[in-house]
DNA sequence: CACCAGTGAGAACGATCGTTCTCACTTCAG
DNA sequence: CTGAAGTGAGAACGATCGTTCTCACTGGTG
């Protein structure tokens, strides 16, 4: 992996250390260390550490957002059952080695107050999934506010996994999510 | 004001600030200024910064959970409606100013990776808001499934609220809980 | 060959942080 | 009064951070 993008390296590397110990406590020669770069390289490609920390977010919203929307295409079925698999996804998630919560819920509570720019990403990322949930919820024939509920639950497991270190929360909010579709439905 | 314990003082000053900016963010200069104290009086009663972080957390935890306890107790009524008042509280948690989450998961994902004692401390505190719920469950009627997602929901809404802005999740939540509860008890 | 543009490796710089130290001053005991 | 003990105010210290600079070296061009 060595002849890959520069670019691409770099942000593997700042990815896994701004994820795994918190951005703040990571410095920028640490990035360089695990990108295998030099610092004069490092800064061609990102000026300033606010911009790496930018791309990070950028790239880490694409990239979960498109995995979540590979893994319910793919699991087919009925519009409920594919909102329904939206918690599925999540538990494989919170299952990965290394699982630390939402790296956007994260960044918020360290930088959100003081960087615009994290707070930015944070609110677009979390805007853009609840409006996916919405479309899915829609697609079932539930209500806007069930699709509000499934993301409140959503949204707390996230963090209860993250806390406990414990996948179960994405069983519990499944379960949960069930009976609201169904009441909804019934309704 | 000026004539209080020292210590509650600094513990003030140093909520609001890393609160409201975050732990790293938030210099021990500026919590000695903003607590009217000299460096080393500061340093009296607080050892070390990690001392008063963690002082910090605890001293937040029981004033939370008591407040929290304090609001359903007053509201009275059936278990179910206490159970439900917890979501009221929320929202009025909400709109305070300079609401910006749950300190506990803002520190968790800003330290929680490099501070045990941050970790522990936010595991603590939602691990006893999670009893607390399932408490109030209980004596509603309801199954510990119901308390779990009634805690699930309780957790989303805080980071939902935090991020944007914006108290109507706690209003949400509630909704949610109230149909949850409703199929619980009806089953 | 001479020359130049760019690189790798890492030192250097200025700022900031957590923590400790200095020192003039006060207070009180004898 | 003399001296011991403690304080306020802030400078000082050592570490670390983000960022830039140095410098020897390489590869390609005339």
């Not at 920028?28 to 610092?39: C, E, H, K, Y």
């Not at 990070?56 to 929307?69: E, F, I, N, P």
Request: aromatic share 8%.
């Amino acid at each position: 992996m060595e002849h890959e993008d520069p670019r691409t390296r770099i942000l593997d590397a700042a990815e896994e250390l701004f994820y795994g110990q918190g951005i703040q406590a990571v410095g920028m020669d640490a990035v360089r260390a695990a990108s295998g770069m030099t610092m004069r390289r490092l800064y061609q490609h990102f000026p300033s550490k606010n911009d790496l920390v930018e791309a990070y977010l950028l790239r880490r919203d694409g990239r979960w957002r498109a995995s979540l929307a590979v893994h319910v295409s793919r699991a087919g079925g009925t519009p409920r059952e594919q909102l329904l698999s939206v918690f599925d996804w999540l538990g494989l998630w919170f299952a990965e080695p290394g699982f630390r919560g939402c790296a956007f819920v994260n960044s918020f509570g360290e930088l959100g107050a003081t960087t615009p720019v994290v707070a930015a990403a944070a609110r677009h990322h979390k805007e853009e999934f609840g409006g996916y949930l919405a479309g899915l919820a829609e697609a079932a024939g539930a209500p806007p506010a069930t699709a509000a509920h499934l993301t409140l639950l959503a949204e707390g497991a996230i963090t209860t996994a993250a806390l406990h270190g414990d996948p179960t929360a994405a069983a519990d909010a499944k379960e949960a999510a069930r009976l609201l579709l169904d009441a909804a439905l019934a309704g």
